[in-house]
Each structure stands twice: as structure tokens, then as C-alpha cells.
């Protein structure tokens, strides 16, 4: 009898495992530094340093000033408050909000952007290329209409495309227009660094980068006006009302620093798993498409399609032979319809994808394994002439 093989997990895109590192971080703050920051006796005072120094830290980390950084509850919230934020400053203000995005973002992004122009404000979308890159020209018409906001991902989080958020930011700047980056695929994947990137706005979460789920930070230049998205005491500068998760907040910072001294190694292994993959899946494989192979793209995902498949049974397959992969977002995982992502990057050619994404741990030989897998079940699947 064959022993079983140990599962492999490629999916650190969805999410990642608490670090070690992490959770022993946060440990204190459960039960014995467990004070309200705003409470003024010595236990929240304990918990307010905490928040203070976790503040702090990714500010260092992230190229930002201390008063930047707005812990929230995950890159969601994050993304909401910065545009919904952004769009009720503007109407307050008298003017009429305009969200500029693109066609390949993050559901939190467009479906905000889309709860603009519902409101009475106007949305809009921008295309890409067939690279998955940014329509400049594009940007640059959006741009002539005086939006209040442009909000573009700095790495694709089906394909790992790179757009260029600094030369976005420069040019919305000869505008007066602010930019939002949703770089919660970014960060630790590519250098990040708040104030030379030009942009207003940048939102991170914990568990992409091996911290606590339901945490995250917006970064905001003081500004950059926003309103908040909730009401009540006056934490985190009015735009997070509420008491903080301090717990949270110390995982948040650990994750986002260890993930920053980390980046540039990490980086140069994913890109060599990323190339073993693809060559093995690219030989094997008639007419693989690899999608956004022309652009920049981040190491720690590659994406690729494959013709005349069914892609739901293609990913449950892969899941039965012991291989966790994706067809797309994790948060389109319910969704009956395909990818918005590559509909806008190939329109109707688009194919059953499957997302591969590395972490940590990721070993040559998983790669093998995963493309043997992923060789064999397509071939199972494919329908054969005759």
C-alpha cells in the first residue's frame, strides 16, 4: 500500500499561515497587556505604547510618517474607506465625486467605486491592455475631468501584474488629483515605499503577508481629505472610530516588517520557482497561455490558461489529486461567472485559468509535484480526437 503524499499548498495569494514570529508578538496582548489605548491608567497605557510602536514600525517599514497610518480590519475596509472616504469629502465640500479606476482591480475597489456613482457621483473604469498594464492614454482623458480620486492596484492579485503606480501618481499630480493604491499584493512582493511612490493612499492587510487575519492599515497623507465610513469615538483620527485591536495591530506591524527585510530574497526564489513551473507546464501543455507574461510581473503568482477544459472541474481536480491552487480571486470563489481580470485582458479569448501563487515554504520539489499533477489531470481531462 502506497503511503499518502502530503497535500501542497499554492494558494498564499488567498492567504498565508500565521509566522511564528507573529503570533508570539501578539501573545501578550490577549491576557496580560490587555488594556482599552484609551483608557489612561497604566494598562492603557501599556496597550496605547503598543499601538504607538505598531504604528510606528510600519510607517518605518513602508516609507511613511507615523501619523499616516489608520489600522482598520482588512484590506476591504481599507479600499472602501479610502474611495467611499474620498468621494463624501468631496460631495461635503460641495463637489461631485468622481472615481477613476480600472477594469482589472480588486471587487472592493470597483463595487466601491460602483456605490459612487449609485449615490449620484460617477465611476470610471479604465481598460488595460492585453498585458494586463494600464491604458495611459486613457488615464490621461479620465484625468482632463477633474476626478476626486484615482485608485489603481499596484499588483494584480489574479495575475501578479505590476502596474506603474509612480508614473500614475505623477501624472495625476500635474492634475491635482490624488491616487489610492490597494498594494495589498505588493507589499513584500515588490519594493513599496509611501512617500517617493506620489501616492495619498495605500492599503495593506495581515494575512497575505503571514499575519493575523482581519487586520490591515490605510495610509493617508493628512492632506488627503477623507470622511469616515463609521461614527462613534474619535480613534485612529476620526477615520476608524472604535476601540483598536492592539493584539492585531502589533501582529500587523511584525508581519509587514518581516515581510519588507524578507522581500528581496524571497523575490529572487519565487522568481525561479515561477520559471520551473512555467517551463514545465509551457512544454507539456498545448497552447498554455501564460497570462500577463509581456508585463512586469510579480514573482510570488503566475496565472496561466488552458484551452477547451472546464475550469471548475479543473480546480476541483487539482484539489482531489492533493494540489490547492485557484482559479481566480479567492474572493470570486462563489462567483458562477469567470474572471473579470482576464475578460478585460483578452476579452472573449479568455480560458480555464488556474492561479498558482508561492509562499515561504515553497520547495522545488512541490513545483514538480504540482506540475506532474496538473499534467495529468489535464490530460485526463481534455477531450480526446477519435
Not at 509611501?194 to 493575523?212: D, M, N
Amino acid at each position: 500500500m502506497n503511503a499518502p503524499v502530503d497535500p501542497i499548498y499554492l494558494d498564499y495569494a488567498a492567504t498565508t499561515p500565521l509566522r511564528d514570529e507573529v503570533r508570539a508578538a501578539m501573545e501578550p496582548y490577549y491576557a496580560v497587556q490587555f488594556g482599552n489605548p484609551s483608557s489612561p491608567h497604566r494598562w492603557g497605557r501599556a496597550a496605547r505604547g503598543a499601538l504607538e510602536e505598531s504604528r510606528a514600525r510600519i510607517a518605518e517599514a513602508l516609507g511613511a510618517r507615523h501619523r499616516d497610518v489608520v489600522f482598520v480590519r482588512g484590506g476591504t475596509e481599507s479600499d472602501n474607506l479610502a474611495i467611499l472616504g474620498r468621494a463624501e469629502a468631496t460631495r461635503a465640500a460641495g463637489g461631485a465625486p468622481c472615481i477613476v479606476t480600472s477594469a482589472t482591480e480588486h471587487k472592493a475597489v470597483l463595487d466601491a467605486a460602483r456605490s459612487v456613482a449609485a449615490r449620484g457621483g460617477r465611476a470610471v473604469v479604465l481598460p488595460v491592455l492585453r498585458s494586463g498594464v494600464i491604458d495611459l492614454e486613457a488615464l490621461d482623458r479620465a484625468l482632463d475631468e477633474h476626478p476626486c480620486l484615482v485608485s489603481l492596484m499596484w499588483v494584480n492579485n489574479e495575475t501578479g501584474v505590476v502596474q506603474p503606480v509612480p508614473e500614475v501618481a505623477a501624472r495625476a499630480a500635474e492634475a491635482g488629483v490624488p491616487v489610492h493604491t490597494d498594494a495589498v499584493q505588493a507589499v513584500g512582493k515588490v519594493p513599496v515605499h509611501f512617500e517617493r511612490s506620489g501616492v495619498a493612499c495605500l492599503s495593506v492587510t495581515g494575512h497575505k503577508i503571514y499575519g493575523p487575519k482581519s487586520t490591515g492599515a490605510l495610509l493617508v497623507h493628512q492632506d488627503t481629505p477623507l470622511d469616515p465610513r463609521l461614527h462613534g469615538g474619535g480613534q485612529e483620527r476620526g477615520l476608524r472610530p472604535g476601540t483598536q485591536d492592539v493584539a492585531g495591530a502589533v501582529g500587523l506591524a511584525e508581519a509587514v516588517c518581516l515581510a519588507v527585510a524578507e522581500q528581496a530574497e524571497l523575490m529572487s526564489r519565487y522568481e525561479s520557482l515561477r520559471q520551473r513551473l512555467e517551463g514545465r507546464l509551457s512544454a507539456a501543455i498545448a497552447d498554455l497561455r501564460i497570462h500577463g507574461g509581456d508585463a512586469r510581473r510579480s514573482p510570488h503568482v503566475t496565472n496561466v490558461g488552458i484551452a477547451n477544459i472546464d475550469g471548475q472541474m479543473l480546480t476541483i481536480s487539482l484539489d482531489l489529486e492533493g494540489l490547492a491552487v485557484s482559479g481566480g480571486s479567492a474572493c470570486q470563489s462563489g462567483s458562477t461567472g469567470g474572471s473579470h481580470v482576464l475578460e478585460a485582458m483578452y476579452g472573449d479569448d479568455a480560458r480555464s485559468a488556474i492561479r498558482f501563487s508561492f509562499g515561504r515554504t515553497t520547495t522545488d520539489a512541490d513545483v514538480d509535484r504540482a506540475a506532474d499533477i496538473v499534467i495529468r489531470v489535464v490530460e485526463r481531462l481534455r477531450p480526446h480526437d477519435g
